[in-house]
């Protein structure tokens, strides 16, 4: 069986179920021919069979199974009644079944045998065309004796003789008798199905088990006992391999779920005009069976959505060059301990403009809101409640409710999902949600006397910013807290200050957890980290649930209840901007590549921008500390002279206002760009510092003069992106040429 596909051993294990029913159900039938429910039962076992064994192509299956469902048919319609005969020919096809499933199960394939004699004699009794054997002798093989299975709630009835060429392959060999290879086992009997609550069950006994680890491993820490160590040592490794085993049988392959969307998806694109694929990537991937429980439904939908909205008409799709077939692929893989789940398909893709008019038209934000939204921020709508880009109201969507309860239930198991559109050549739905919602690794942090939980899978890494480098590392930008890390700007963000709780007096070390949650990367400041440890999520009470700092609680080893941080929920709530996407585009990288920017006031209330990667530090200077050598405007930074070059005076020939270059700067302050020319830090005097923001800068519109790689739209204002060398080298020339 190890070659065989997991598909092909799931039918090999159901169909022996629905053999050994129908045994029973067989010998129950002869006692009640007319139970209704009974022969009803019956039929849809070997129906299913039949069906399943075509969709493997198992030809000679199908074909015993469809000689019986025939016969079958006609006594569940009342068309005929059982008798004996029938009940002998329904046990002997019963065999046949047995030993073909036999044969694959050990084989991978059907062996080369004769079933038509059987076939025929179930058509014969299904059209009413047999013959009684002494009214009708015909050339046929000598009568053979049909051992009938016994059922354990009916008595064996005698051996009856049958005057057809059927031949019986009992279920079991004769006492006695060895097994002929390939009978007497199967797969069915190393599986056994549990119902879900007995596992679910076990699941909360191994969590209570691991609790009790915890404990036991914190309190025989501090003892110098090395029997006590040993045994807790072997407890750990036990209750650890526990739980691993009982995870695994929680643990469905999320095909399971995905088994039903190309049927989903060929009705749809039928009842719309549509042609439409579907292709599977990853069907292996396994999830918690809770897990693929709650996210079936949210699947489904955005299915739905993208042959609804995404694939266009196939004459549209060949006006645009592309073949009238659309495509929708499923993409599922594990990421540390996440599962990312992928729908994309290469139709439209999402229009931020006409997203953005019809938030507007439906109230979900305002014209003022729109217009300062960029494209990114713009496709994120279609998450919003309420809303919906449908012209009408159809039984497929219209209703303004999907998407927004899709990303509700996702959220509410702890994951995330987010969307990339590539307009004109399709979108891409990410989901990204948790291997399991019981048991997760986590690392225990302290903040004012309390701790607090971060699950595992949303930490990057542990920074500790030393007391004499926190002035350097951690800058201001208006008022946000920022932390400079291998020359990326993070948004900071303190736990305590947002638990409104009271942090320890200062002076020391800074510690910072990286985290990185819905491509969102941000510093918590904490005021300790203590380790990592599997900790049992418990669920919050109802009272709590409008809390999304929480995602859940947990008891840790000395009994006392810790909370664990959502850093979704905690990013939402601290407000804090995006400054590295790690998944802006799909997985397939064909989504857009984000660069961040940072954005300031130009002369005229015009934008300008500069990429951020450019930028090493952001400083605030007074007019007063400003120094001359000759004609060039030096200021002392950090143990050096560093040069200023004022941005808009070199640009000054083709603005409105060329009398008035330093528009836009704040009276008797600078601020200031620090870039690094080589080992020269310069200072760029720019106009009033707004934001940071992330753009696709790949496709920008043309330059307007020199200086200038460009121009974009940012949140509704044309902004020009500044080049910086060509200032230098305008403003410095020698120190560009060096």
């Known amino acids: 069986m190890g070659d065989l596909d997991d598909l092909v051993k799931d039918f090999l294990v159901e169909s022996h179920e629905n053999l050994d029913r129908l045994d029973r159900d067989f010998m129950a039938m002869e006692d009640r021919p007319g139970d209704k429910e009974l022969l009803a039962g019956v039929f849809r076992a070997i129906h299913t069979i039949k069906g399943t064994s075509g969709f493997f192509g198992f030809s000679r299956l199908q074909a015993v199974c469809h000689a019986g469902e025939n016969l079958l048919s006609k006594l569940r319609d009342g068309a005929l009644v059982l008798d004996g005969d029938m009940s002998t020919a329904l046990l ?15 084989g ?4 080369v045998g004769d079933d038509q004699p059987l076939i025929e004699a179930l058509h014969a009794l299904a059209t009413g065309s047999h013959h009684a054997p002494a009214a009708a002798p015909v050339a046929t093989p000598e009568p053979v004796t049909v051992p009938v299975p016994v059922a354990d709630s009916a008595p064996a009835p005698a051996p009856r003789v049958v005057a057809s060429p059927v031949e019986a392959h009992p279920p079991h060999p004769p006492e006695g008798e060895p097994a002929r290879s390939g009978e007497g086992s199967s797969i069915a009997d190393s599986t056994l199905r549990v119902d879900v609550r007995l596992l679910d069950r076990v699941m909360n006994l191994v969590g209570e088990l691991v609790l009790a680890r915890n404990r036991i491993l914190q309190e025989s820490g501090g003892i110098r006992h090395a029997g006590l160590s040993n045994a807790a040592t072997r407890l750990d490794q036990l209750t650890t391999e526990l739980q691993e085993g009982v995870m695994k049988t929680r643990l469905q392959p ?13 009705d749809l694109s039928k009842s719309l005009g549509k042609q439409i694929r579907v292709e599977m990537q990853g069907a292996e991937t396994e999830l918690d069976k809770t897990i693929i429980e709650a996210i079936k439904d949210p699947l489904t939908h955005m299915v739905r959505n993208s042959v ?15 073949p009238a077939e659309g495509r929708i692929t499923l993409r599922a893989r594990h990421d540390g301990g996440q599962v990312v789940v992928e729908i994309d398909d290469d139709g439209r893709g999402i229009d931020p403009g006409r997203v953005k008019a019809k938030a507007v038209e439906k109230g979900v934000i305002s014209a003022e809101q729109a217009a300062k939204m960029s494209d990114r921020e713009a496709v994120t709508l279609i998450f919003a409640p309420g809303f919906s880009t449908a012209e009408q109201v159809t039984s497929i969507s219209g209703r303004g409710v999907g998407m927004d309860v899709v990303r509700t239930n996702i959220e509410r198991i702890g994951g995330t999902v987010d969307v990339a559109s590539r307009p004109g050549h399709g979108a891409t739905i990410m989901v990204k949600i948790p291997l399991t919602l019981a048991i997760i690794p986590a690392l225990i942090v302290t903040c004012a006397g309390q701790r607090f939980a971060i699950p595992q899978v949303s930490l990057l890494e542990l920074v500790s910013v030393p007391a004499d480098k926190v002035a350097t590392q951690i800058e201001s930008v208006y008022d946000a807290r920022v932390l400079r890390l291998r020359g990326q700007l993070l948004p900071l963000v303190d736990l305590a200050g ?23 990367q941000y510093g918590l400041i904490v005021d300790g980290v203590q380790d990592t440890q599997e900790i049992v999520v418990k669920p919050l009470g109802r009272q ?43 997985a397939g990288g064909s989504g857009p590549v984000l660069t961040p920017l940072l954005v300031f006031r130009s002369p005229d209330d015009g934008r300008m921008a500069v990429t951020l990667a450019a930028v090493n530090r952001l400083e605030e200077l007074r007019e007063d500390q400003i120094e001359r050598m000759g004609n060039q405007e030096v200021i002392q930074y950090r143990g050096g002279i560093m040069p200023l070059v004022r941005v808009f005076r070199v640009l000054a020939e083709r603005r409105k206002n060329p009398r008035n270059p330093d528009a836009g700067v704040k009276p008797g302050t600078l601020p200031v760009v620090v870039h690094a020319h080589g080992d020269q830090m310069i200072g760029l005097v720019v106009g009033e510092i707004l934001d940071t923001v992330e753009e696709d800068i790949t ?40």
């Open 92 to 106: 002997a096809m019963g065999d046949r079944v047995r030993s073909l499933l036999s044969d694959i199960e050990h």
């Open 108 to 111: 991978g394939a059907e062996n």
């Open 254 to 266: 999320i095909g399971a779920v995905w088994q039903k969307l190309p049927r989903i998806v060929r």
């Open 308 to 322: 609804d909205h995404g694939v266009e008409m196939p004459d549209q799709r060949v006006a645009a060059g592309k």
């Open 498 to 520: 947002e638990l409104r709780l009271t942090p320890p007096p200062g002076g020391g070390p800074v510690r910072v957890v990286i985290l990185q949650a819905d491509h969102r």
């Open 544 to 586: 709590l649930d409008g809390i999304e700092v929480f995602s859940g609680a947990t008891i840790m080893g000395d009994g006392r209840v810790a909370l664990i941080i959502d850093p979704v929920g905690l990013a939402k709530r601290a407000k804090v901007a995006s400054r590295k996407d790690a998944g802006s585009g799909s």
């Open 699 to 738: 496709a920008l519109r043309p330059a307007t003069r020199p200086g200038i790689a460009g121009c974009l739209v940012v949140r509704g204002k044309v902004t020009e992106l500044l080049t910086i060398d060509h200032v230098v080298k305008a403003a410095l020339p020698a120190l560009a040429e060096a």
